[in-house]
């Protein structure tokens, strides 16, 4: 991998290799793009078969961060960390401890949370050495659990992708197959059905979905048949690259909206649901609950200011699909637009007042 050759590609700011001997540490931290703001993404912990598959997960998974944080209307850029090793027998506490320092070295030029592989314990130790961490315990100011709030954006989400498919952001007596149902997508499912949703269900843990079938009275499906049933809304809240050859041409709805991530498998199947008819809600989009609530960590934690600013969802799917019919591309493709323009926009307006500085040094200096 040419890795300077990548960076210049999708213009990465910065690639932090971090090691320590003594605790096992290796670990890389990528900075993708300050421009909004220090860069925010989370602490990944993985078993990779290589280096380079390390270094090339940060840098996808940062640049990612940069596009969401972006689209959501926060002041942060993207970024992220990967660690190489078995969150279940690798941990310690000397390693997060010069985790932490490598990260408040960098001065507030990143800023991390927890990831898959990490935990809320692991946070509150990086805690110990760097201020600029968040999702810690709720005792050093932490929103709690992320996933009541992750759910009530998709939710915002959903309603506003019936509105471009159904003309109504009613889901009254709608049909939605939720596919996983896991913590977000439980807290999901109650907002739907207290909107009087009928669901249809589907988790590979039994147990799951049978909650959700006790509680909402939802039909439960085989993991295999949800492809296949007759619904509205289709919301993936599982795997990521479920949207695919295969299932696209098994779909029956009209809205694709749910909480899992990179729900693409490949970027052309976002031109194939367009061209099914189906609406599609970009995953980066709808599920930025999360990010937007520990954000607010960063102000003072204020629960009714996170929630409200969740709430803009609705209006970032609908500036969606504004942007795809005013340049007549894919729901995917104008997400990604409606990030680059607002990066842009705040690139320019930061340059200008950079110039000023520089202008009033330069005379200062006459």
Request: net charge negative.
């Amino acid at each position: 991998m040419k890795i300077f050759d990548y960076m210049e590609k999708y213009d990465y700011e910065q690639l932090v290799m971090c090691q320590d001997k003594e605790s096992g540490l290796k670990a890389i931290i990528c900075i993708h793009d300050t421009t909004l703001g220090p860069a925010l993404g989370g602490m990944r912990m993985w078993t990779y078969a290589s280096e380079e598959e390390a270094i090339e997960d940060a840098l996808r998974l940062g640049r990612g961060m940069t596009y969401k944080n972006a689209a959501a209307g926060l002041n942060l850029g993207g970024g992220k960390t990967v660690i190489i090793g078995d969150p279940r027998k690798d941990k310690n506490e000397a390693m997060f401890r010069a985790l932490g320092r490598f990260i408040q070295g960098l001065n507030g030029r990143y800023i991390t949370a927890e990831d898959v592989g990490t935990t809320v314990e692991d946070m509150d130790i990086i805690h110990e050495e760097t201020r600029y961490v968040t999702g810690v315990s709720p005792a050093f100011g932490s929103s709690g659990n992320p996933s009541p709030v992750t759910a009530y954006g998709v939710y915002r989400g959903m309603k506003a992708a019936a509105k471009e498919a159904f003309g109504d952001d009613s889901l009254e007596g709608k049909v939605v197959a939720v596919q996983g149902v896991g913590h977000v997508a439980y807290e999901l499912c109650k907002h739907l059905h207290n909107e009087g949703v009928k669901l249809i269900v589907t988790d590979i843990n039994k147990e799951n979905a049978d909650r959700a079938v006790q509680e909402f009275g939802a039909e439960f499906v085989h993991p295999d048949k949800i492809y296949d049933v007759e619904c509205d809304i289709f919301a993936p809240c599982a795997l990521g690259a479920i949207i695919n050859d295969e299932t696209i041409e098994r779909l029956k709805c009209k809205v694709v909206a749910g909480s899992a991530n990179n729900q693409l498998k490949e970027e052309r199947h976002g031109k194939m649901l367009e061209e099914k008819g189906i609406v599609y809600a970009p995953d980066y989009v709808i599920n930025a609950g999360g990010v937007i609530n520990v954000a607010d960590e960063l102000l003072g934690y204020n629960r009714e200011r996170a929630m409200k600013k969740v709430e803009g969802i609705y209006d970032n799917i609908l500036k969606v699909f504004e942007i795809a019919k005013r340049d007549g591309i894919p729901s995917y493709l104008a997400a990604d637009r409606m990030a680059e323009e607002r990066i842009e926009m705040m690139r320019k307006t930061r340059s200008t007042f950079l110039q000023d500085q520089r202008n009033l040094i330069n005379f200062n200096n006459k």
